[in-house]
């Protein structure tokens, strides 16, 4: 049930760009997308919700093709601050206020931008 | 706003010890949860809850117990420590809908000897 995150690590120069993907075996209602730092906690960058969008975020976006359940999450011209480690969260709930909600994170994409 | 905080920081237990973590949120969020960290294992869900008095079990729950007796608390229970509960635990909070986020709080880094 743990969505697959690929590559489990990346390494780039600065300014160059970077792919992470995300897929699960099961249907999607939305994906989450989380940064974290060494020693800190994770922090939201963007939410897809089923129905294919793209979006963005300064020079990072995502796209969610629910057909695939699959997400992948585009970095450009890379930033040393975007270093650390990506991570996706699944949701399998469904659009009712009742459900639980609760989300699904894979292992992590270790990213390390150098100078 | 505090948003969600949780103690302590840092906490050293022997096996068989038990002990509480704490978390608190004042965003009025309906949906809190637990999550443990390890390296290489991403985030593991432990327990949740959808509202006071609400909870569930998430993917690891055995060794932990959780209550919810008002909306903004979440404690996580261990009832007898072991080493394999060594871990950073993270507890999170977000709204009921769809496209709200997960809030995490700093983080707890537990050590069982």
């Known amino acids: 049930q743990q969505p697959v995150q690929s590559p489990q690590a990346v390494i780039l120069r600065e300014g160059e760009d970077a792919v992470i993907n995300c897929s699960s075996s099961?249907?999607?209602?939305?994906v989450h997308w989380y940064r974290q730092k060494h020693g800190e906690a994770p922090v939201f960058l963007m939410i897809?919700?089923?129905?294919?969008e793209q979006k963005g975020h300064d020079k990072i976006s995502a796209s969610f093709n629910e057909k695939k359940q699959q997400s992948s999450l585009y970095l450009t011209a890379s930033q040393l601050s975007y270093s650390g480690t990506y991570f996706c969260?699944?949701?399998?709930?469904?659009?009712?206020?009742?459900?639980?909600?609760?989300?699904?994170f894979g292992s992590g994409t270790q990213l390390t931008v150098l100078p | 706003n505090a948003g969600v905080t949780q103690t302590p920081k840092f906490q050293v237990l022997k096996t068989g010890q038990s002990m509480t973590l704490q978390c608190a949120q004042d965003?009025?969020?309906?949906?809190m949860s637990w999550y443990r960290q390890d390296p290489g294992m991403g985030l593991r869900l432990i327990h949740y809850?959808?509202?006071?008095?609400?909870?569930d079990q998430g993917e690891v729950p055995n060794g932990y117990n959780v209550s919810r007796s008002t909306t903004e608390d979440f404690p996580l229970r261990l009832l007898s420590a072991a080493p394999s509960q060594t871990s950073v635990y993270f507890c999170?909070?977000?709204?009921?809908?769809?496209?709200?986020?997960?809030?995490f709080g700093n983080g707890t880094r537990l050590t069982v000897t």
């Open positions: 999170a909070s977000r709204t009921g809908t769809a496209n709200s986020p997960l809030h």
């Open positions: 099961k249907a999607l209602y939305s």
């Open positions: 897809l919700l089923k129905g294919g």
């Open positions: 969260g699944t949701d399998l709930s469904g659009p009712s206020s009742g459900s639980a909600r609760q989300l699904t």
């Open positions: 965003m009025n969020h309906e949906y």
């Open positions: 809850s959808v509202g006071a008095g609400i909870t």
